[in-house]
């Protein structure tokens, strides 16, 4: 066999499984289409940068608290383990529990836009970070934050209520119920990442205040309102489910 017919032979391999992993996700999203809620990240990134990037005045953010928390870089190390909490809740319930998936998107992403509408009509932003003296790794980690992270579009606390929203989901989830140890250790971490936004200056002490409102808000609508059946009732919602049983007519055409 030739050199270039065993590439030949790999390149057609390669190119099989790839259809084959295609085909298996465009059938595994057909059958859960709740995963295309991810998607409000593109929105939610493109809003975001946008807003960070504008340059315009804004309203100072200051409470006489601030000025009582001492700075440590140690908080940076919670405050990053937001990012892999956010990806890790998000993609566990969208694959093992769809209530809870359902629950936790209204809250965080309902918090998340309610953040940038407000950053968008009323800008905002802090004064109270300080010079990071230290030649520490998480010294530097924190410079590094503050090279790109700017001081502004901070109240109410992103960080906060979507951590927040993480523990409401986590401790209502009927199948985590069992779980007590990670339930608590969960909660304790949410609660770590809110705190550390304030030790190493990314917030003041209203950001978080009105984050925690803001998710308490977001909670009641999410637990204790019928939301699902007014979302139902939207012609969004409709048009999305007219697609969803042609897309069911068209797979059972098929086999």
Request: hydrophobic letters at 50%.
């Given at each position: 066999m030739t050199k270039n017919t065993k590439s030949g032979i790999i390149k057609y391999i390669m190119l099989h499984l790839e259809l084959l992993m295609i085909k298996k996700l465009s059938k595994w999203l057909s059958a859960n289409?709740?995963?295309?809620?991810?998607s409000y990240f593109i929105f939610y990134l493109a809003a975001f940068f946008m807003l960070e990037h504008f340059e315009r005045p804004y309203h100072l953010i200051h409470f006489f608290l601030d000025d009582y928390i001492p700075f440590s870089e140690y908080f940076v190390?919670?405050?990053?383990?937001?990012?892999?909490?956010?990806?890790?809740?998000l993609i566990g319930f969208m694959i093992y529990d769809k209530e809870a998936f359902l629950n936790l998107c209204l809250m965080m992403f309902g918090g998340m836009t309610f953040c940038l509408i407000t950053y968008a009509l009323i800008p905002n932003g802090l004064n109270i970070r300080e010079e990071v003296e230290g030649n520490n790794l998480l010294c530097q980690i924190t410079r590094w934050l503050y090279s790109f992270d700017t001081s502004t579009n901070?109240?109410?606390?992103?960080?906060?209520?979507?951590?927040?929203?993480?523990?409401?989901?986590?401790?209502?989830?009927?199948?985590?119920?069992?779980?007590?140890?990670?339930?608590?250790?969960?909660?304790?971490?949410?609660?770590?990442i809110c705190i550390s936004t304030l030790f190493i200056k990314q917030h003041s002490v209203i950001d978080v205040f009105c984050a925690i409102i803001l998710s308490f808000f977001l909670y009641h609508v999410a637990y204790y309102t019928d939301w699902k059946s007014v979302v139902a009732k939207t012609k969004l919602y409709m048009l999305w489910?007219?697609?969803?049983?042609?897309?069911?007519?068209d797979q059972e055409w098929e086999n």
């Open positions: 289409q709740h995963a295309y809620l991810l190390i919670p405050y990053f383990l937001w990012f892999p909490s956010l990806a890790i809740s901070v109240c109410p606390s992103i960080h906060v209520a979507s951590s927040l929203s993480i523990a409401f989901a986590v401790w209502k989830s009927q199948k985590l119920k069992s779980h007590l140890k990670f339930r608590y250790g969960t909660i304790a971490l949410m609660i770590l489910k007219q697609r969803e049983l042609k897309l069911g007519d």
